[in-house]
């Protein structure tokens, strides 16, 4: 067993500038780059031709949303990392880190209908906008519409009977709830006033 040590360096900025400017001396550099430059050759000609294979991908489907056209760079980030989570995941781990990534760059503004394409081109199906959002345990405040009315608004002070509504955010479909009255512990109360029990 080795000996415990009997001090410890305290390392600073000036201590850490000082080793890497030792470390970048050009003689021990030079070195370091003979060694390792081959070894890191073949790796850097291998992402270079996926790096191709990411722009044409992410171009050709940013031709069909001449607005976000201007965004190549941001949507080659997003298509950078899914491929690389392709690589190193699979099945249910590579589903999570792609919903996420997917609501990542839906949250700084980027097109939903882009990103699932992008996604899509790399092999990779986001899961629908519900699931994303239950993984990620998002609550959010939505306004419920019954399908097919004239969008009477199914929410806050409103007793339905058995009803599907689907859920709409800035007017995209995103999921469905049934809202039940059923006798259960959950009352519904309006005004102070208990008018019946819900069971959702």
Known sequence: MPARRRYSATRTAISRTQMWDRK?????????????????????????????????????????????????QEYMWYAQKLWSFSQRLKGKALQNQ?????????ARGRSEPAL???????????SPNDEVLRKAGILIHVDVYVEGSPRVKVGEGDIVE??????????????????TMVPSETP????????GRLSV
């Open 116 to 126: 699932r394409d992008v996604a899509h081109a790399l092999g990779i199906e986001i």
């Open 162 to 179: 058995s009803v599907e509504a689907p859920i709409y955010v800035d007017d995209v479909k995103v999921g469905e709830v049934l809202v």
């Open 24 to 72: 970048m001396n050009a003689e021990v550099y030079s070195e370091y780059l003979k060694a390792t430059k081959p070894l890191a050759l073949p790796k850097v000609a291998m992402y270079q031709t996926v790096h191709e294979h990411l722009i044409s991908t992410v171009r050709n489907v940013l031709a069909q949303y001449p607005d976000e056209a201007v965004l190549l």
């Open 188 to 195: 519904v109360m309006m005004d102070g006033v208990e008018v």
């Open 98 to 106: 792609a919903d996420a990534l997917y609501l990542y760059y839906r």
